[in-house]
């Protein structure tokens, strides 16, 4: 790994540790490069994040919110600063059964006050389990 996707991943990592909500859903940065806007962000799965109890599929709730969190965090590691949400699509595609989920978020485009990300969450099996696309504030 370059020392500018070492640096971004840090950077990311301690972001992840401000807001209180991150400590509910304890989001792990995996990867986050700069050049392109990417990153990818793991979510282990606990009783807590199921969608019933003794269920042991991820609440769409928490799903919408880690395609949230990896759209933004694709966003900001491109330009530097945090990206607020402006606009947010989710597709669930099949249940999210598993010991973790993958996010994978790709920056489309970055302009003056708005950048676009395409989302991608997949379960360990590697099938896309949810897809999402964000808009975010880059002003």
Known sequence: MSEARNQALARLREEMEGPPFHHLLRP???DADPDTGTVTIKLSFRDELARAKGDKAFHGGVIASLIDLAGHAA?????????????????????????ALFA???????GRSVARVDIDVRDTKDR???LGRGTFSTA
């Not at 945090?82 to 059964?97: F, G, K, N, S, V």
């Open 75 to 99: 966003a900001a590691v491109k330009i530097g600063r945090m990206a607020p949400t402006i606009d947010l699509r989710i597709d669930y595609m099949r249940p999210a059964e598993g010991d």
């Open 28 to 30: 792990e940065p995996v």
């Open 128 to 130: 896309t389990v949810a």
């Open 104 to 110: 994978h978020a790709r920056l489309l485009k970055a």
